[in-house]
Every structure is written in structure tokens, then in C-alpha cells.
């Protein structure tokens, strides 16, 4: 069964560190999104791709957050620097569809510790 | 932007016992609401979704109702087992974006 791939699983960093995380969606998905949970709540968006382009990455803390797709495929999402207060999971996930129009599969996260 | 409110923040329930959990939406526009399990240490996984055309929806245990009236939709769950346990998060969607809820952590008690 094809499944959304994330590395690092967790990831242990000082503030003021730069960090990446990666994320291959499922094959054929031209939608990426990576969201961050912070504990005890629900996934917020951060930034939405079809294919290479960003539809929407209007909560995403440009000051200190990126996030690109070159080629459509797979992507990544950079901090820096790192802040105690970004200490999340940092979730992927995939659709075939934009947004609501179906289901979106997600990957295992990638969990992040800010010391 | 426009929230979605999910009700209760946890339930525990007897194994055998049926749990119920409601979402509340204020967008209009919305026309897809998910339900999503999700297990400890894992990303959240579709349960069962529902459109706003249908009024309900059932899955074996599991079963979706949408009152668009009411901007409110529920999860059913009968027959609860203790592999149930978990967070579930609805969310309400459009074709622009989706909105998940602050989930309910659900415990069967064997």
C-alpha cells in the first residue's frame, strides 16, 4: 500500500539551530501539504503545493519557515532558527485533490524537540 | 479564519458501549467533512468522510451524520472495542482548505 514518506522521525535541536524536514507524498499526488500539531490539538496548515506551485501558505511564519517542491515529487520544510516555542509534530500529507475535494494521507510526522 | 469545534475533548467509554463525538462548523461553504484516527506516535488516518449531498453515512462499527442546517456533524461509533482507542479529529473542507478540530481522545475501558 503506497504511504506517505517522512525523515526525520524526530529530530532533538537547540534554538536558534536550523532545521529540515522531508517528505515524499504518494505517487501521482499533485497536492503536498505540511501541517504542525502542536500537543493536544489538531493539525494547522502551513503551507499548501499543487505540484511545484504554493496555493497557500498564508500561516506559514515566513520570517523563519520555508518550504519548497522543485520538482512537484517530494519536498522539504526548513526552520531557521529554530524557536523553543515550534516543538511540534510536523506532519505531511498527500491528495490526489485540492483541498477538500478528498482525502488527504498523511505521513508519520516528523516530531521536533527545541531545547 | 473560521474554526470548527469538536466536542467532547475526551470520552471514555466501556468496551461494548457505543461513543458519539460532534463537530460544529461555521463555513458555509464547506462541503467535505473527514473523521481522522489517530494512534500514538502516528499521523492521522481517514476513518470515514462524508459530502454535504448525504445525510449519513455508515461503515460497519462507524457511522457519519451531517445536519448542514445546523452546520453540525457526529461520529458514531457502536460496539466499541479497545483497539478503538485513539484521538479522533474531524475537519470541514471546501476546495480551497480544510479545517481540523482540537480532537477527542477516546478510551475503551476493557
Known amino acids: 500500500e503506497a504511504e506517505v514518506a517522512q525523515s526525520p522521525r524526530y529530530k532533538i535541536t537547540e534554538k536558534s539551530q536550523a532545521v529540515a524536514f522531508w517528505c515524499d507524498p504518494i505517487?501521482?499526488?499533485?497536492?503536498l501539504y505540511w501541517y504542525r500539531q502542536i500537543l493536544g490539538q489538531g493539525p494547522e496548515l502551513l503551507v499548501q503545493?499543487?505540484?511545484?506551485?504554493?496555493?497557500?501558505d498564508s500561516q506559514l511564519p515566513k520570517d523563519r519557515f520555508s518550504a519548497e517542491r522543485l520538482k512537484g515529487v517530494d519536498s522539504t520544510l526548513k526552520i531557521q532558527p529554530a524557536e523553543l516555542g515550534d516543538s511540534a509534530m510536523y506532519l505531511c500529507a498527500s491528495s490526489f485533490l485540492l483541498a477538500g475535494g478528498g482525502e488527504q494521507f498523511f505521513g508519520p510526522g516528523t516530531r521536533l524537540t527545541v531545547l | 479564519g473560521e474554526n470548527v469545534e469538536q466536542h467532547p475533548s475526551t470520552l471514555s467509554v466501556q468496551e461494548g458501549d457505543s461513543a458519539v463525538i460532534k463537530c460544529t462548523y461555521s463555513d458555509s461553504a464547506s462541503n467535505y467533512f473527514p473523521w481522522y484516527k489517530q494512534e500514538l506516535g502516528k499521523g492521522p488516518q481517514l476513518i470515514i468522510d462524508?459530502?454535504?449531498?448525504?445525510g449519513e453515512k455508515k461503515d460497519q462499527r462507524i457511522a457519519v451524520t451531517l445536519n448542514k442546517t445546523a452546520k453540525h456533524f457526529s461520529l458514531h461509533i457502536t460496539e466499541t472495542q479497545p483497539e478503538d482507542s485513539a484521538v479522533y479529529f474531524c475537519a470541514d473542507g471546501n476546495n480551497n482548505d480544510m479545517r481540523f478540530g482540537a480532537g477527542t481522545r477516546l478510551t475503551v475501558k476493557p
Open positions: 503545493f499543487q505540484d511545484e506551485s504554493v496555493v497557500d
Open positions: 505517487s501521482g499526488h499533485a497536492t
Open positions: 462524508i459530502r454535504s449531498n448525504v
